[in-house]
């Protein structure tokens, strides 16, 4: 067979496997993620949060603030019991691949080189509530900006478990205009800390 038409069916065939994990991986977390109301309460957040970053005085930015008191509240608890369901799936659909793009079969080739996304959502669990609490005593500026960013890395891990961690990052760089390392620095230390050790790649 002529080489390039052996590379051409080895990409091709490549691409539809890498495909068919991908859209797997897709159903699984829109069926963890069907019974709540995660994505529409980040939404309603991330944009108050904005809202309140323009107000021009302490007291309305709080005013503004305190009306997000109940969707912090909701999407913590939504969150808390989304991550324990998905706790309980088998660890087997569960890795993720460090690598920076999708190959077919990389977390079952290279499993040295993958995390458990029930771990990471754990991660996240604990952000989220932590920084709703303010254990860290943060002002409200301040804790708004860390529960950004505590949300929007979330998202860029789900991302990251349904494609890939260049989609992930390009996909947050697109809709936020936020590198991910930016994320990274931005979220509290203990999530940072629980973050880096799951993922880091070196």
Known sequence: MDPFLLVAFAATSAWLLNSQQQRRRIVLLGQQLAP?????LMQTLTQGYLRAMGEATPERRQ???????????????????????????PAEETRVSRLAIGLPFATQ??????FDMREL??????????????????APRERAFTMTAELLLMQHSCHWFCKSRAVASARVMARHQTPHA????AVSPATRAAYLRLTATA
């Not at 080739?109 to 993958?114: F, R, V």
């Not at 959502?121 to 943060?138: D, F, K, S």
């Open 63 to 89: 005013q503004v603030l305190d009306t997000l008191a109940a969707s912090e509240a909701q999407l913590c608890e939504q969150f808390e019991r989304f991550a324990a369901g998905f706790a309980r799936l």
């Open 182 to 185: 930016q994320l990274v620095k």
């Open 109 to 114: 080739l290279l499993p040295a080189a993958t």
């Open 121 to 138: 959502l754990a991660v996240h669990a604990r952000g989220i509530g932590a920084t709703m609490r303010n254990e860290n005593g943060l």
């Open 36 to 40: 709540y109301q995660i994505e529409r």
